[in-house]
């Protein structure tokens, strides 16, 4: 997505008093026609998690807008759980061996990506060791916070690797190269194993 059209839906949403309602939202879709409506969902949710982190002794008082955060916060939850399902039935679809998080938690890693690939494979001329799943929209600030969170810790131990955003990203961000982080907004259509 480019950074003046973010910019646009940014300034729509900021113009809303929480919460950002389905209704407000169903409008965003017909008004930005070209943009998924998962993707101006995640914007949205991302904004009023930011939100009720800059005002949070406001939202300790009013206990039902805290408890619609922390709803949508177990629905994210619950959707990230779809796409790594979703990652993992490419990834066996496409006869790539891999290892998941759970698997590697047991033999000892206590940071883990959510696909270690048994052998790497080639996307964009570039070696991927790990894949990322992440059901949101990266903006910058988001993208940021994942890399010095997680992705800096997988690159250490696992080498280069991948986050797929399933719900888009600023396109700058792919501009960034994080010494071999690279960063899609799906399955790798082409990729290349070794033989």
Not at 52 to 70: D, M, P, Q, V
Not at 149 to 157: A, P
Not at 173 to 181: C, P, T, V
Request: with cysteine; aromatic share 12%; proline share 3%.
């Amino acid at each position: 997505m480019k950074l003046t059209l973010y910019k646009e839906i940014i300034n729509c949403l900021q113009n809303r008093k929480l919460p950002i309602t389905i209704e407000y939202l169903r409008e965003l879709t017909e008004k930005f026609a070209g943009t998924k409506e998962e993707t101006l969902y995640s914007i949205a949710d991302q904004l009023n998690q930011r939100r009720a982190k800059a005002t949070l002794w406001k939202h300790s008082r009013e206990s039902n807008t805290l408890f619609e955060t922390i709803l949508n916060c177990l629905l994210c939850t619950s959707v990230g759980e779809e796409y790594e399902t979703f990652l993992k039935k490419k990834l066996r679809e496409s006869n790539i061996a891999f290892l998941d998080e759970n698997v590697l938690r047991k033999d000892g890693y206590d940071k883990t990506p959510d696909i270690k690939l048994e052998v790497p494979i080639g996307v964009n001329g570039k070696v991927v060791n790990w894949i990322e799943s992440k059901a949101l929209f990266a903006d910058e600030e988001c993208h940021k916070t994942y890399l010095k969170e997680q992705l800096w810790s997988y690159w250490n131990r696992f080498g280069s690797g991948l986050v797929i955003y399933w719900f888009g990203y600023i396109d700058d961000l792919n501009f960034q190269d994080e010494k071999g982080i690279q960063i899609m907004d799906e399955f790798p259509t082409e990729f290349v194993q070794p033989s």
